[in-house]
Structures are given as structure tokens and as C-alpha cells.
């Protein structure tokens, strides 16, 4: 299999991973779910901020609606990746595309330490962080996949089946 055909499937696998953990956890954000305002409004209040339930129940809905973009520019990303070519595929490996990968690592690790930052104790808490662990490592491993196909000298577009039978 051609580098570009395992960058390609890599792409479609982990960042389908990644899209539906941001989708999924938006579904349930948008519809204000209790235990996301806990974790929000407890996190919060540890570091001094108090927040009413009201207010964060808010912001969750508002969280989850902006959850829902990030979902769909990384479908549209994947469907660039996949396509292996035009406008859509440079984006889907654009510096672009690794910010929004990126966020969703970056998001998705606060998120799963809001777990144990909301909580009173450290412990057993940790555990829920570790267990939500997938949810951020995936889009972790979306901006190494975007990175190597950027540093390892792979075309920008996927070669045609001319220009494969030519060289």
C-alpha cells in the first residue's frame, strides 16, 4: 500500500474517531445534560469562579453547538482526505487541519480532567480521566498522521493513474 493510501485510510479512521466523539458528546451538550454543568460550574468553583446552574447550562448548550461546527469541519476534512484530491484534500492536510485536530486534543483533554477537577478528591477520580483518555489521544494521533504526510515529502495531491504509469 502507497504512503498516501496509508495516510489516507489512518486519516478516515481516526479522524471518523475523532468527528463522532465530538459529535456524540455535542448531542448531549446542546441538550444541556445535567452531569456536563456539574463538571463545568464544579470545575469552575475550584478555581474561585461560581457559576449558577442556569448560566452553565448555558454555556454547555452553547459548548455543544460549537462542538457540532468542530464535528463537521472535520468531516468536511475527511471527506478532502479521502477524495485524494482538489481543494479539499490540501485542506484536509493543511496547517488548518492540524488546528482544528489540535483542538479537539486539546479540548478533549480538559474535558476529561474536568472529571477529576470537578470532583473533591484527586482520587479514584483519575480514573475517569484515564478512561476518557481515547477521546483526545485520537485527535492526537490525527495531528501526527496530518504532520508526517506534511514532513515526509508526500505530493500534495494524489498522483493520477497517468502520472503513476509515466514515472
Known amino acids: 500500500m502507497s504512503r498516501i493510501r496509508e495516510h489516507k485510510v489512518l486519516y478516515v479512521i481516526l479522524g471518523l474517531g475523532a468527528a463522532l466523539t465530538f459529535f456524540g458528546h455535542a448531542m448531549w451538550a446542546v441538550r444541556g445534560k ?4 456539574k463538571l463545568l460550574t464544579g470545575t469552575l468553583d475550584k478555581v474561585g469562579i461560581t457559576m449558577s446552574a442556569g448560566t452553565g447550562e448555558n454555556w454547555v448548550k452553547g459548548i455543544g453547538l460549537f462542538d457540532i461546527v468542530v464535528a ?7 471527506i478532502g482526505a479521502w477524495r485524494e484530491r482538489g481543494r479539499l484534500y490540501r485542506l484536509a492536510y493543511s496547517p488548518f ?3 482544528v485536530f489540535g483542538w479537539g486534543a486539546a479540548w478533549g483533554f480538559l474535558t476529561a480532567l474536568s472529571r477529576v ?5 484527586w482520587y479514584p477520580e483519575v480514573w475517569d480521566w484515564v478512561e476518557r483518555a481515547p477521546n483526545f489521544m485520537i485527535a492526537v494521533a490525527m495531528v501526527y ?5 506534511r514532513t515526509l515529502g508526500v505530493p500534495s495531491h494524489a498522483p493520477s493513474r497517468e502520472e503513476i504509469l509515466s514515472a
Open 34 to 37: 445535567d452531569t456536563f454543568v
Open 72 to 78: 463537521l469541519v472535520m468531516g468536511v476534512l475527511i
Open 97 to 99: 487541519a492540524m488546528v
Open 117 to 121: 477537577t470537578s470532583a473533591s478528591t
Open 145 to 149: 498522521v496530518i504532520s508526517c504526510h
